[in-house]
């Protein structure tokens, strides 16, 4: 099983920034797809973006051109930068290795 903490939340005004860090252990990081999830309070989990071992990336519509998730497996990390950020981008974000291990995630808030 491999442990995720993800780091990098907190409260921002619209239109600010923040990164998010999720960093893994294991020796499986490097192989396995990534992807960061958000679920705001009476919401259903929302996939918000996933990168695939080898860098391929993808991106749920509300969030397209403003997030970019990367890897670094050297790093066993895996982040998500977030731009022009919108008040109903608040939720707490969850990182998952391959869909099957999860973090206890990180809250982003952004205030209007």
């Known amino acids: 099983q491999v442990q995720l903490v993800e780091s990098g939340g907190g409260l921002v005004q619209a239109g600010g920034s923040l990164k998010l860090s999720c960093a893994a252990s294991?020796?499986?990081?490097?192989?396995?797809?990534m992807a960061w999830y958000r679920q705001a309070p009476g919401k259903q989990r929302e996939l918000v973006a996933h990168?695939?071992?080898?860098?391929?990336?993808g991106y749920s519509d509300s969030v397209k051109g403003r997030f970019t998730i990367s890897r670094d497996n050297a790093k066993n990390t895996v982040y998500l930068q977030m731009n022009s950020l919108k008040p109903e981008d608040t939720a707490l974000y969850l990182c998952?290795?391959?869909?099957?291990?999860w973090g206890q995630g990180t809250q982003v808030t952004v205030s209007s």
């Open positions: 990168i695939t071992p080898r860098g391929i990336t």
């Open positions: 294991g020796s499986t990081f490097s192989s396995n797809v």
């Open positions: 998952t290795h391959s869909f099957r291990d």
